[in-house]
C-alpha cells in the first residue's frame, strides 16, 4: 500500500526528487510540458480501461457463442478454454481467441540435463559434437534467467533410441507443468483486392 502523499502547499509544485518548488521558480515551458504530459497519461488511463473492458466483453461473447454452437450437440462447454476462429458468413471479419499457455519446468529438468551430460560423453565425440551445441544453447538461460522452453522442448523432437536419452526426455516431461494461462483476442478486416486477412489495431503504438 502507497503511503499517504504529503500535501502540497498552495503555489508549490513537487518535483521528481519530492523537493517542493514555487510556480514563480518554474519556467513556463516546463509547466506547459508538464500539464500536457498529464493531460494525455490520464486520458490513456481511461482508454486502457475501457479496451479492458472491451475485451473482458468480447471473450464473454465469444465464450457465449461457442456455448450456444456446441448447445446443438448436447456438448457442456468448459469455460474460456481452447482456441477458437469465427468467421462471418461473408468472410469480411474474422475473430479468433487464443488461450496461451506458459509452461515452466520444476527440479527434475536439473535430472534430465544430468542424463543428456551423460549420453554426450559416453557416444563417440565427433558425430555428436552437433547435439552437445544444440543440448547446450536448449538449457541456457535468457537475461531474465529462465530456460527457453521451445529449445528444451526441441530436445524431445530428436530421433534418439538410446536408452537413457529417452529416460532425459521422460523427465523433461514430467518436469513440465503449466504456470499460467493468458487469454488473447484478436480481430481481422479481409482485403479485398488481396484476400488477406489484415489486422484490426488495438495498439496505439503500434498503429
Known amino acids: 500500500m502507497n503511503e499517504a502523499t504529503t500535501a502540497i502547499p498552495p503555489g508549490y509544485w513537487q518535483d521528481a526528487s519530492g523537493n ?17 504530459v498529464a493531460a494525455l497519461c490520464e486520458r490513456a488511463k481511461l482508454e486502457s480501461a475501457r479496451l479492458v473492458g472491451f475485451k473482458i466483453t468480447a471473450m464473454q ?5 461457442v456455448t450456444r454452437s456446441l448447445a446443438a450437440y448436447d456438448v457442456k462447454h468448459g469455460g474460456n478454454k481452447g482456441n477458437v476462429t469465427l468467421v462471418t458468413f461473408d468472410g469480411r471479419y474474422k ?36 547435439i552437445k ?3 547446450n544453447d536448449a538449457f541456457q538461460v535468457d537475461s531474465a534467467g529462465k530456460i527457453s522452453t521451445g529449445r528444451v522442448l526441441g530436445l524431445r523432437r530428436l530421433e534418439i533410441s538410446d536408452e537413457k536419452w529417452l529416460l532425459a526426455m521422460q523427465a523433461i516431461g514430467d518436469s513440465m507443468r503449466v504456470a ?9 478486416e479481409r482485403d479485398d483486392a488481396t484476400g488477406d486477412y489484415i489486422p484490426i489495431n488495438l495498439d496505439v503504438a503500434a498503429a
Open 20 to 36: 517542493l518548488v514555487p510556480l514563480a521558480k518554474i519556467k513556463e515551458i516546463d509547466k506547459d510540458r508538464s500539464k500536457t
Open 95 to 130: 475473430v479468433i481467441r487464443q488461450m496461451q499457455a506458459t509452461i515452466v519446468f520444476d527440479e527434475r529438468l536439473q535430472a534430465a540435463k544430468a542424463l543428456i551430460d551423460e549420453c554426450i560423453q559416453s557416444w563417440s565425440k565427433g558425430s555428436n559434437a552437433n
Open 61 to 65: 461473447t465469444v465464450n457465449d457463442f
Open 180 to 188: 499460467s494461462t493468458k487469454p488473447y483476442i484478436r480481430f481481422y
Open 133 to 135: 551445441v544444440l543440448v
